[in-house]
Antibody, heavy 118, light 111 residues
Framework: QVQLQESGPGLLKPSETLSLTCTVS????????WNWVRQPPGKGLQWLGY???????TYNPDLKSRIIVSLDMSKNQFSLELTSLTTADTGVYYC????????????WGQGAQVTVSS | QSALSQPRSVSGSPGQSLTISCTGT?????????VSWYQQHAGKAPKVLIY???KRPLGVPDRFSGSKSGLTASLTISGLQTEDAADYYC???????????FGGGTKLTVL
């Protein structure tokens, strides 16, 4: 059974760079996309971007200049980097496996709280 | 603000059926062929209920069903149970290497 777990620093300052890692256990990277979604406090889900097994990425155009998603299959991990943080980037960040054809996401990680504050 | 519009809240009594709508525009639902629905309990990660408009993953009760007509997708919950109280999100996808879009979410209260 595939499981995902996010890890990374919980508190950052404005203008810093967020780096989160999602560790995948119990499955391979083949034939799926690997996705990042976030949720600001009290708000809805926002799609950030995803990566395929070859390293090809697709990003939310609202974040395109600030986001990098990468993959390290040797470590069974994929990562999110978000630069030039502001307080609006505060929220819970989720990683999820995404079906290539239909886009549905399952399973999800438990989420990582990220707070951006001076 | 999401381009997929959901009611902010809905409510129902145990045993009832209710439907949550997700309305798009020709620029998203006209292009997005795949709709999925997610349930999120407070403090938990989302869980998929429906994918590809109307398919249920293994383990999801058949009380949950999905449909789409024109620019509106719908999630119907039959035989409402107290544990169905949660937030529900629709998600649209046009295919590989295209964007995802989530609806704004609907809070379901079970009275």
């Amino acid at each position: 059974q595939v499981q995902l777990q996010e890890s990374g620093p919980g508190l950052l300052k404005p203008s810093e760079t967020l780096s989160l890692t999602c560790t995948v256990s119990g499955g391979s990277f083949a034939n799926f996309f690997w996705n990042w979604v976030r949720q600001p406090p009290g708000k809805g889900l926002q799609w950030l971007g995803y990566i395929d097994e070859s390293g090809k990425t697709t990003y939310n155009p609202d974040l395109k200049s600030r986001i990098i998603v990468s993959l390290d299959m040797s470590k069974n991990q994929f990562s999110l980097e978000l630069t030039s943080l502001t307080t609006a980037d505060t929220g819970v960040y989720y990683c999820a496996r995404m079906d290539f054809w239909t886009g549905f996401q399952r399973p999800w990680g438990q989420g990582a709280q990220v707070t951006v504050s001076s | 603000q999401s381009a997929l519009s959901q009611p902010r809240s809905v409510s129902g009594s145990p045993g009832q059926s209710l439907t949550i709508s997700c309305t798009g525009t020709s620029s998203n639902f006209g292009t997005y062929n795949y709709v999925s629905w997610y349930q999120q309990h407070a403090g938990k990660a989302p869980k998929v209920l429906i994918y590809d408009v109307s398919k249920r993953p293994l383990g999801v009760p058949d009380r949950f069903s999905g449909s789409k007509s024109g620019l509106t997708a719908s999630l119907t919950i039959s035989g409402l149970q107290t544990e169905d109280a949660a937030d529900y999100y629709c998600c649209a996808y046009a295919g590989a290497y295209t964007h995802l879009e989530f609806g704004g979410g609907t809070k379901l209260t079970v009275l």
